[in-house]
């Protein structure tokens, strides 16, 4: 066994792995990015080392960086994680040629399963079932036009060099097969720098299948069951579970022989997962990913098997550590990937810093891999996966139960996630059923969580009150509750002497202006009166400096959690999670005087906070200045899409009526 390795990878994966070598009593070394510097995973290791700037280009991809680090710290071999270098056969026998192992499948394992046309090619002689399709060297026009026609529309054009979507177009008839064909050579050649192209038999509605396989250096191997991965937007994962459902003992045993069959072709080592696409009791063999998988945790559930530590046992010259005979599979298991992405918006990544991150508590039945925390930026350079969270129960129904509350428990705040809709897909008949193939999203999507549900009225009322308790106050000066109204010296809001105390709020939550009035009764007794809905009856709120409130609302407890991101507000609350900020008539007057461009301070007042940089594009009512003045924070909102052309004011610094503040280009004037 090792004594030392060098982790080649970041966030959550570099973690786990960290997790199983320190329990085996390995050192790690780390190597990270600039941007890395504060990382999980830096923080991890017993060592790190700085490899470069923020774009991978710079840093994760630099094998001969990665290789000297190696040999500088003292490391016996390399694990790749996934992603970045984990299926570049060059980097493999770089490390063999260095002295090094490399955690993974030889080299030439790597270049047969990397090449889609290859690698069916000798799927082909190893018996191992394809989908009807064309796999050869010639890429004429002519001959992918004559193949289309033997093959039988629709078809599936794929880049015969990579995955995760790039260079995939399906063809429903002859007359757009020229146009997609061009198309999908630009994608594969700007994506993998390979125009080549395969066709093959497009499937209407195929589930993806996947078995998990393992050999050792001894000529054993053998396959940890199956998976199912059907659950895909832009032709990636977001729910996986184990193992897959609805399949029959006999077909499971066809699907891990041809698994088992396809790795013995190639001479492989290590973890590897054979790819299959099933329709109708038929599988056919997709591909092969020589790396560990990110959704490797529910096979690990189901069997109970460390498939890190059986890595590196099988590296460091062991046999498999069990027979296929011994593999257990116990029990059901979901894997959710939380991600920054906005889902509306057709799953676009999102940026931005995690003001707050409250995981559902790990036990026997849930696990949590991330490599992020509260503070720390989700940036445009790295997949913006935040955590996994992987769910195990005695079967299917109770798994996927638990995975639906404990999604819709996960707290967090600041970055725009897909928390909501992998709760809405979690709950989802048809996938409750089991009525799911590769298609599901996207044929379901207008009922997953694709709107924001209307507000209810105990959200409104406890916006307010949060609103109320998250006004500046000065030094020392108590919140205010129904036992301690603000004080007449602490508002300016119509207060009157022996009457009862009126404190009007107006807020916005998505674009919608809300209303509120506050009345502070004799005897501490507090209402909220909401416009156009009854008065909302709170009672024994309580609230900490770390944002922890609990209210009575209409007699009923209501605990929550207020983040504060910038000039708004996030409330986490009930298995609900909701942004406000206060409705500013005076940054709304400055917004509006804005459309030059040039936005000006609308009274005198400190810098807060500048939530823009010079040269960063923002859209239309995007936050960049936070102003405090009159004891209110007031916002300053981008008038126009564009970009930011000059800051003149920093945080801390005091800003006089009329300053101007930041100027903005608009986005026409920025485009040649």
Not at 102 to 121: D, H, L, N, Q, T
Not at 379 to 390: E, F
Not at 553 to 577: F, K, P, S, Y
Request: with cysteine.
């Amino acid at each position: 066994m090792f004594t030392k390795i060098l982790i080649a990878n970041r966030g959550e994966i570099a973690v786990r792995i960290m997790k199983t070598a320190r329990r085996l009593g390995i050192r790690t070394v780390a190597v990270y990015s600039e941007a890395d510097a504060d990382a999980l995973h830096v923080e991890s290791a017993d060592e790190a080392v700085c490899i470069g700037p923020a774009p991978a280009a710079h840093s994760y991809l630099r094998g001969e960086v990665i290789l000297e680090v190696a040999r500088r710290t003292g490391a016996q071999a390399i694990h790749p994680g996934y992603g970045f270098l984990a299926e570049n056969a060059d980097f493999a026998a770089a490390c063999e040629a260095a002295g090094l192992v490399f955690i993974g499948p030889p080299a030439g394992a790597i270049r047969v399963m990397g090449s889609k046309s290859e690698s069916k090619r000798v799927m082909e002689r190893a018996g191992v079932p394809l989908v009807p399709g064309y796999h050869g060297e010639a890429q004429d026009e002519a001959t992918l036009r004559r193949e289309a026609g033997r093959i039988g529309y629709p078809v599936l054009i794929k880049a015969s060099a990579g995955g995760g979507g790039k260079g995939m177009r399906v063809v429903r008839e002859a007359v757009g097969l020229d146009e997609a064909l061009a198309g999908a050579r630009r994608e594969s050649k700007a994506a993998f720098g390979d125009d080549r192209l395969l066709i093959e038999r497009y499937l209407a509605k195929p589930r993806h299948v996947e078995v998990q396989v393992f050999a050792d250096r001894h000529g054993h191997c053998i396959h940890l069951h199956d998976r199912d991965c059907s659950l895909q937007r832009r032709h990636q994962k977001i729910i996986e579970e184990a193992p897959a459902p609805g399949l029959t003992g006999e077909l499971r045993e066809r699907m891990g022989r041809a698994a088992v069959a396809a790795a013995q072709a190639v001479n492989y080592v290590g973890a590897g997962t054979v790819e299959f696409l099933y329709e109708a009791g038929e599988f056919f063999f997709i591909e092969m990913n020589t790396r560990l998988q990110v959704e490797h945790p529910v096979t690990e559930a189901i069997t109970g098997y460390d498939l890190v530590e059986w890595q590196l046992r099988i590296a460091g010259g062991e046999p498999l550590p069990a027979r296929q005979e011994q593999v257990p599979r116990r029990g059901h298991a979901f894997e959710a990937r939380l991600y920054a992405e906005d889902v509306p918006k057709g799953f676009l990544p999102a940026i931005g810093r995690v003001t707050h991150l409250r995981p559902p508590r790990e036990d026997a039945h849930v696990r949590i891999d991330s490599g992020v925390r509260t503070g720390d930026e989700i940036t445009v350079h790295y997949d913006p996966m935040i955590a996994k969270l992987i769910v195990w129960d005695a079967d299917r129904g109770s798994a996927l139960r638990r995975l639906a509350t404990v999604l819709e428990d996960y707290g967090i705040a600041g970055v725009t996630t897909n928390l909501a809709f992998l709760a809405s897909v979690a709950r989802h008949p048809a996938f409750v059923r089991v009525e799911i193939d590769t298609g599901f999203i996207e044929r379901e999507r207008a009922g997953l969580a694709m709107s924001v549900p209307a507000l209810q009225s105990w959200q409104l009322a406890l916006s307010a009150i949060a609103l109320l308790h998250a006004r500046p106050r000065e030094p020392g000066a108590p919140l205010p509750t129904p036992d301690t109204p603000p004080g007449p010296w602490d508002t300016l809001d119509g207060w009157r002497m022996n009457g009862e105390q009126l404190l009007p709020l107006r807020f916005d939550i998505d674009g919608q202006t809300h209303s509120a009035r506050l009345h502070f009764a004799s005897g501490g007794a507090l209402e909220v009166e909401l416009v156009g809905d009854a008065r909302v009856k709170v009672a024994g709120i309580r609230m900490s400096d770390d944002g922890a409130i609990t209210a009575e609302i209409d007699g009923e407890r209501v605990a929550a959690q207020l983040v504060r991101n910038g000039g708004e507000w996030t409330l986490l609350a009930r298995r609900h999670r909701w942004s406000f900020a206060p409705d500013d008539p005076l940054a709304r007057a400055a917004h509006q005087d804005g459309g030059s461009g040039h936005l000006v301070a609308p009274m005198p007042g400190a810098i807060i906070a500048v939530l823009v940089k010079e040269s960063d594009l923002v859209e239309r009512d995007q936050p960049l200045i936070v102003l405090e003045a009159m004891k209110m924070e007031h916002t300053i909102r981008a008038p126009v899409a564009g970009r930011v052309a000059k800051l003149f004011f920093t945080a801390g610094q005091q800003a006089s009526e009329s300053d101007e503040l930041v100027v903005i280009e608009p986005l026409s004037e920025t485009r040649p």
